[in-house]
Structure formats: structure tokens, C-alpha cells
């Protein structure tokens, strides 16, 4: 009898200082998906993997950190991808082509993460959607010598008068 008292003390012991981890891990998880910090949230998830993986931990105990998981991860995608997608909009705004095509690259990297994580095919569509507005938002800057097919004049012929103030 004494055994099965011990050993039941023994698994609330495991329980208590798990979710102990677990509780700060989340915390600084969830701090880091709301400030669209992904580096920090990915470590924060692989930490809180490592210490759900003792087989002597119950199942339901389990599967509710796992649920934790995919919600620290799909806030902490989505938040990063909508971040991302606003700086490169920013960088079309202002004619900076390698930012621009560079935070794209990023957004089409992370959002098989996000779609993985729980993020829907709406919010596939939605993305796809604003990334290519963004790949056609920014209009050619002509340099100032002109182009090949149409260089500036360097005397252009004078205006001619404006007849209608005779």
C-alpha cells in the first residue's frame, strides 16, 4: 500500500515541478508571439517539447501543454508574418527592391510554419493575396539621364506659348 502512496507522490512531484517549467516557458513563449519575435518563440516551444517528453508524465497533462504549443506558435507566425508583410509594403512604398523581395522571401519561409501550426487556408489565401499586391506595389524609378528607348534631352525644344491667354 505504502508503494502505490509513493509512487503516487512521487508522479504528483514530477507534475508539479514540470508544470512549474512549463508555466515560464509558456509565459516567455506568449511574450515573445505577441511581440512577433520568432526566434524567441521557437526556442521557447522546442524548450517546452524537451520537457513534455518524459514518458512518466500523464497523457492529459501532455496533450494540454501540446495544445499550448500550437497556440504559442500559430499567434507567434501569424503576428511575425503580418509584421513582415507591413515592413516589406513599407520598402515597395519607398522603392527598396532588395528589402522588399528579401521580407518576402521571409513571409513565403514561415508561412507553411503558420498554415502547419493551425493557421487555416483563409489565412493562406489572405497572405498570398497581400504578398503579391506587394510584388507589384512600387512604380519603376526612371534615373535621371533617362533610358535606352527614351533618353532625357539635354536641350529640350522650348514650350510653345499657351494660345489661350491671347
Request: charged share 30%; proline share 6%.
Given at each position: 500500500?505504502?508503494?502505490?502512496?509513493?509512487?503516487?507522490?512521487?508522479?504528483?512531484?514530477?507534475?508539479a515541478?514540470?508544470?512549474?517549467?512549463?508555466?515560464?516557458?509558456?509565459?516567455?513563449?506568449?511574450?515573445?508571439?505577441?511581440?512577433?519575435?520568432?526566434?524567441?518563440?521557437?526556442?521557447?516551444?522546442?524548450?517546452?517539447?524537451?520537457?513534455?517528453?518524459?514518458?512518466?508524465?500523464?497523457?492529459?497533462?501532455?496533450?494540454g501543454?501540446?495544445?499550448?504549443?500550437?497556440?504559442?506558435?500559430?499567434?507567434?507566425?501569424?503576428?511575425?508574418?503580418?509584421?513582415?508583410?507591413?515592413?516589406?509594403?513599407?520598402?515597395?512604398?519607398?522603392?527598396?527592391?532588395?528589402?522588399?523581395?528579401a521580407?518576402?522571401?521571409?513571409?513565403?519561409?514561415?508561412?507553411?510554419?503558420?498554415?502547419?501550426?493551425?493557421?487555416?487556408?483563409?489565412?493562406?489565401?489572405?497572405?498570398?493575396?497581400?504578398?503579391?499586391?506587394?510584388?507589384?506595389?512600387?512604380?519603376?524609378?526612371?534615373?535621371?539621364?533617362?533610358?535606352?528607348?527614351?533618353?532625357?534631352e539635354?536641350?529640350?525644344?522650348?514650350?510653345?506659348?499657351?494660345?489661350?491667354?491671347?
Amino acid at each position: 500500500m505504502s508503494r502505490g502512496t509513493d509512487q503516487l507522490k512521487e508522479m504528483e512531484q514530477l507534475v508539479a515541478s514540470t508544470r512549474r517549467r512549463t508555466d515560464v516557458l509558456f509565459k516567455t513563449g506568449m511574450e515573445a508571439a505577441h511581440a512577433a519575435d520568432v526566434n524567441r518563440m521557437e526556442r521557447s516551444t522546442s524548450s517546452l517539447r524537451e520537457a513534455i517528453k518524459n514518458p512518466k508524465l500523464p497523457r492529459d497533462f501532455v496533450l494540454g501543454i501540446q495544445g499550448q504549443l500550437r497556440d504559442i506558435e500559430l499567434l507567434g507566425y501569424r503576428k511575425y508574418i503580418d509584421a513582415t508583410l507591413n515592413l516589406a509594403r513599407r520598402a515597395a512604398q519607398t522603392h527598396d527592391d532588395k528589402k522588399k523581395f528579401a521580407l518576402l522571401k521571409t513571409v513565403r519561409d514561415y508561412l507553411p510554419k503558420a498554415v502547419a501550426a493551425g493557421a487555416g487556408e483563409d489565412f493562406r489565401r489572405d497572405t498570398m493575396r497581400v504578398m503579391e499586391i506587394v510584388e507589384f506595389t512600387g512604380t519603376p524609378v526612371v534615373p535621371p539621364e533617362g533610358t535606352k528607348a527614351k533618353p532625357n534631352e539635354k536641350n529640350p525644344a522650348p514650350m510653345p506659348a499657351n494660345r489661350a491667354k491671347f
